[in-house]
């Protein structure tokens, strides 16, 4: 069985950093490519960040390039999610996800609130 479990949200100032994890498990972690996505209230979920099943390659959305970083560690198969310089507008729950057969699987996620 598939299991996603995200940590590391919170409350942070503008200007600040967090860094999400996603414990993933169910799954040969290391053969997938996985995803990091958020959802600000009242928006459609966007992707944010991504990373290849080796960590040789990643993708971020424009709006986060040069302060988001996404890593992974295939020997505690975790991905992670470094954000710098956050924003109020990134206000937003953190979902990680990985697609299996053509399924999406996605964790509960993790709340971000960026507020003075």
């Not at 507008?89 to 990985?98: I, K, Q």
């Not at 053509?102 to 609130?113: A, K, L, N, P």
Request: hydrophobic letters at 35%.
């Amino acid at each position: 069985q598939v299991r996603l479990v995200e940590s590391g949200g919170g409350l942070v100032q503008p200007g600040g950093s967090l860094r999400l994890s996603c414990a993933a498990s169910g799954f040969i972690f290391s053969a997938y490519t996985m995803r990091w996505y958020r959802q600000a209230p009242g928006k459609e979920r966007e992707l944010v960040a991504s990373i290849t099943s080796a960590g040789d390659n990643t993708n971020y959305a424009d709006s986060v390039k040069g302060r988001f970083t996404i890593s992974r560690d295939n020997v505690k198969n975790t991905v992670y999610l470094q954000m710098n310089s956050l924003k109020p507008e990134e206000t937003a729950v953190y979902y990680c996800n990985v697609v299996l057969r053509g399924q999406s699987h996605w964790g509960q996620g993790t709340q971000v609130t960026v507020s003075s």
